[in-house]
C-alpha cells in the first residue's frame, strides 16, 4: 500500500511538472546551450586558422606590420574572451563577445584586402587552401549563428507564454539575448550611391 502510494505520488509530480512546462524548458535550455557550443566552436576554429593565414600573407607582404599586428591583437582578444554559461544570459558579455569577434572580422578584411595586392599570393596552393577553409568556416559561422538564434527564439516564447511563464518566473528561466547585426543602425538607411554624375 505504502509503495503503491509512493509512486502515485511519483507519477502525479511528473505530470504536473510536464503540464507546467518544466520538461519543455529543460528541453529548450539544452538546444540553446547546444547552438551556443556551436557558434562557439566555429570562432575558435576561425581563430586557430588566422595564424596560418597571416604568415602566409606575411611570407609576401612583408611590409605590412600595421596589419599583421591588428590581425594579432584582435585574434588574442577574441580567444581570450571567457565563454562562460553566464554569457547566454547577459546581454552586455553577450554584446562584448560580438563585438571581439567583430573586430577579428574586420582585421582579417583587412588582411585579405592586402593579398590582394600580391598575384604572386593568390596563385600560392597554400594561400588558397587557407582561404577556402576561411570562406567554409565563415559560413558555418553563418549558420551556427541562424541556429542559435531559432534556439534562443523557441526558448523565449516558452518563457513569455501564459502559462508557462508562470514556471519561468518560478524556475528563474529568465529571457535570453540573441545576437543582433553589428552595424543595425548603419544598414537601416539606405546607402548613397554615387555613379559620378551631375546634379
Known sequence: MHKT???LAIVAIAALLSACGYNDFQTKDEAVKAA???????????ADLVPKIAQIVKAYATHEEATFEAVTKARSAATSFQITPEVLNDPAAL??????????????SR???????????????????????LEG???RIKVAR????????????????FPTNLTAKAMGYSVRP??????????????DVDFGGKK
Open 178 to 191: 540573441s545576437f543582433t547585426v553589428d552595424n543595425e543602425k548603419a544598414i537601416s538607411t539606405s546607402p
Open 36 to 46: 551556443w557550443g556551436e557558434v562557439v566552436n566555429q570562432y575558435q576554429g576561425r
Open 146 to 161: 541562424n541556429r542559435y538564434i531559432v534556439a534562443v527564439q523557441e526558448y523565449n516564447v516558452l518563457a513569455r507564454s
Open 111 to 133: 588582411l585579405m584586402a592586402v593579398s590582394e595586392n600580391y598575384p604572386q599570393l593568390k596563385a600560392d596552393g597554400l594561400y588558397r587552401d587557407a582561404q577556402s577553409q
Open 95 to 108: 554584446e562584448k563577445f560580438q563585438q571581439v569577434q567583430g573586430q577579428l572580422s574586420s582585421a582579417l
Open 137 to 139: 568556416i565563415e559560413n
Open 5 to 7: 502510494v509512493k509512486w
